[in-house]
């Protein structure tokens, strides 16, 4: 099994940047994939580097099993709760966790 827990998010000013990172804990050597996802109210969770084109970095520092999120030129549309996603592989099954989500709130 694995954890991931997020942290960074919080009140941003429009303009402004966000930083969040997602550690992955546990059984980490059979995670295939990391990602980050995100969900405003009353809408569909959705891929963040889909949504997010031109804007955001993300990357992984694989000895830190942690999983980074930079948005730039923060606009208050993206506002939502910020999740960690993980597939992880073993014994020929693939399995998805989550993480508990971070909000992040974008005040104009």
């Known amino acids: 099994q694995v954890q991931l827990v997020e942290s960074g998010g919080g009140l941003v000013q429009a303009g402004g940047s966000l930083n969040l990172s997602c550690v992955a804990e546990?059984?980490?050597?059979?995670?295939?994939?990391m990602n980050w996802y995100r969900q405003a109210p009353g809408k569909e969770r959705e891929l963040v580097a889909l949504?997010?084109?031109?804007?955001c970095t993300i990357f992984k520092d694989n000895a830190k099993n942690t999983l980074f999120l930079q948005i730039n030129s923060l606009k208050p549309e993206d506002t939502g709760r910020y999740y960690c996603?993980?597939?992880?592989?073993?014994?020929?099954?693939?399995?998805?966790?989550w993480g508990q989500g971070t909000q992040v709130t974008v005040s104009s």
């Open positions: 949504s997010v084109k031109g804007r």
């Open positions: 546990g059984d980490t050597i059979h995670i295939s994939a």
């Open positions: 996603n993980a597939m992880y592989s073993k014994s020929m099954r693939l399995y998805q966790y």
